[in-house]
């Protein structure tokens, strides 16, 4: 590292006007902490939906070293956020373009610092996360040998990152997101995954993320968004994502996919009351358009209604405001639709209409996709769903 020092100033100081970025770049050098700032409160900006923040944050870290790719790895991390919180397909085109080109500059100068320092973790880590945010952007594309590629080749990285930085808790956050989800994987995936990749192992992948939950340093609250949802979505332990949840709504109030996830929690642990008030402030936000509120969250708030009437065994209205969610076609919506058309699906199996429920389950499939909708429309399409014992049919 020393002789990359003297070499760029060296070079720069050929170069007219050059003096400030040679003395920003020793700075990183010198106050690693105050570039951890600028990652850190940048970091917080994106989970509370104030992008134009997080970005000027990360910028400034960029800033402090050109040649430090943990700050493009970040600013990837912010562009994602930005891009599934970006409703219009012109600004979510442009926010991808800006995950690849910044993920490109992390992979880019990560391998030119592992060429000198081959046993630094922060470039192996930064490599993994921009990895990553390209696989990210291959399953929107659905070019999935593209996705299953960055995969393979971030999942090295981390490996790394973890063997020459044990302390670096974030590592486990990235470690437990492989381990969980391709235990969730179909037959055929989860052995190309254990061959190529890393073999599933849910319990372990849950220690892991619960690690970098509590420990966790930049990625915490990610590892605690993730592992709310799990515990929610594939655990159906909405006990243990409630407290998560409401913390993650205290800190990013901002943040509306905390108050849709609170909305759908409190729903799964009875409290009706709670969920129903959840979902008139959003039901109010929308009307308002109070940033980042959007009437293109609309189908969202239908299917948080749909999921606490289906809660409540009130499956006639459920099924009102499910049908709903199916009329918005629109490529941000993919995912609430796939979870709606499972939801469709559950309720055609409670009134005992397999073929019905089957062609919703499949429909859901056909979107392609990640996350527990996919998940459970396989499981259904196998074994019809049943609702708990006790619970009303209205």
């Avoid at 409160?41 to 430090?68: P, R, T």
């Avoid at 990553?132 to 659905?142: F, I, N, Q, W």
């Avoid at 009307?287 to 009130?314: E, K």
Wanted: aromatic fraction near 12%; charge should be neutral.
């Amino acid at each position: 590292m020393k002789r990359q020092i003297i070499f760029y100033l060296l070079l720069v100081a050929a170069t007219a006007g050059a003096f400030h970025i040679s003395t920003t770049a020793v700075a990183s050098q010198l106050h690693p902490d105050l570039l951890k700032g600028y990652l850190r409160s940048g970091v917080a900006a994106s989970f509370n939906m104030e992008y134009q923040k997080a970005h000027s944050l990360i910028q400034k870290a960029i800033e402090l070293d050109a040649d430090n790719p943990i700050g493009y790895a970040y600013m990837t991390m912010v562009h994602l956020m930005a891009y599934e919180g970006t409703f219009d397909e012109k600004g979510r085109q442009a926010q991808q373009q800006s995950v690849l080109s910044y993920a490109d500059g992390a992979v880019s100068r990560g391998k030119q610092r592992l060429a000198a320092l081959p046993k630094d973790a922060q470039s192996y880590m930064a490599i993994a996360m921009a990895r990553l945010a390209k696989a990210r952007c291959a399953l929107y594309e659905k070019k999935y040998l593209d996705m299953f590629s960055e995969t393979a080749g971030a999942w090295d990285y981390i490996k790394k990152s973890e063997e020459f930085d044990p302390q670096n808790y974030d590592c486990y956050f990235l470690m437990g997101l492989f381990r969980y989800h391709i235990d969730h994987l179909p037959g055929p995936t989860r052995f190309l995954s254990f061959c190529f990749i890393t073999g599933g192992d849910r319990r372990l992948g849950l220690e892991e993320l619960e690690t970098a939950a509590n420990k966790g340093d930049l990625l915490k609250a990610a590892a605690l968004a993730e592992l709310s949802n799990d515990y929610l979505q594939f655990e159906q332990q909405a006990d243990k994502a409630l407290p998560i949840i409401q913390e993650l709504k205290r800190t990013f109030p901002g943040n509306f996919n905390f108050s849709f996830a609170l909305g759908h929690t409190l729903a799964e642990v009875r409290h009706f009351d709670e969920a129903y008030a959840v979902a008139g402030e959003i039901e109010r936000c929308i009307r308002s358009a109070t940033p980042p509120y959007s009437s293109l969250l609309q189908s969202r708030y239908d299917y948080l209604m749909g999921n606490i009437l289906f809660a409540q065994g009130d499956y006639a209205r459920s099924k009102d405001y499910l049908q709903r969610v199916l009329t918005d076609t629109s490529p941000a919506s993919g995912r609430v639709r796939a979870a709606a058309l499972v939801r469709m699906g559950m309720i055609s199996d409670i009134y005992q209409e397999r073929k019905q429920a089957c062609q919703y389950y499949t429909a859901s499939l056909e979107i392609g996709g990640d996350g527990a909708a996919q998940v459970h429309a396989k499981k259904y399409l196998d074994t019809p769903y049943t609702p708990p014992d006790g619970q009303r049919i209205f």
